[in-house]
Nanobody, 122 residues
Framework: QEQLVASGGGSVQAGGSLRLSCAAS????????VAWFRQVSGMEREGVAS????????SYADSVKGRFTISQDNAKNTVYLQLNSLKPEDTAVYYC???????????????WGQGTQVTVSS
């Protein structure tokens, strides 16, 4: 059964860093893209970053450019999201998803993982 498992969330102070992981139960070569999203309760989901697993091409939301980095380790079937220079407004539940239609950050993805909470205090 295909599944994604997201982990790595936590509580940090503003300016801190976290690394989120999205582990796939299948080879990332069988997945065309992986994207990270975040959502605050009562608000719309926001696409944060995406990566095409074959080409390594990435895209980012303007709100995180220069602070977040998406990467992959195909040997571990895992996609990472490095969160640096965190701000209180980055507080949200972060989700990873796979096999997303273009453009990936629009959220039309076939497979979704569970969320992991990121809390940034000022």
């Amino acid at each position: 059964q295909e599944q994604l498992v997201a982990s790595g969330g936590g509580s940090v102070q503003a300016g801190g860093s976290l690394r989120l992981s999205c582990a796939a139960s299948v080879s990332t070569y069988r997945i065309n893209s992986v994207a990270w999203f975040r959502q605050v309760s009562g608000m719309e989901r926001e696409g944060v970053a995406s990566i095409y697993t074959v080409t390594g091409s990435t895209s980012y939301a303007d709100s995180v450019k220069g602070r977040f980095t998406i990467s992959q380790d195909n040997a571990k079937n895992t996609v990472y999201l490095q969160l640096n220079s965190l701000k209180p407004e980055d507080t949200a539940v972060y989700y990873c998803a796979a096999d997303c239609r273009y453009p990936p950050l629009w959220g039309q993805c076939r497979l979704w993982g569970q969320g992991t909470q990121v809390t940034v205090s000022s």
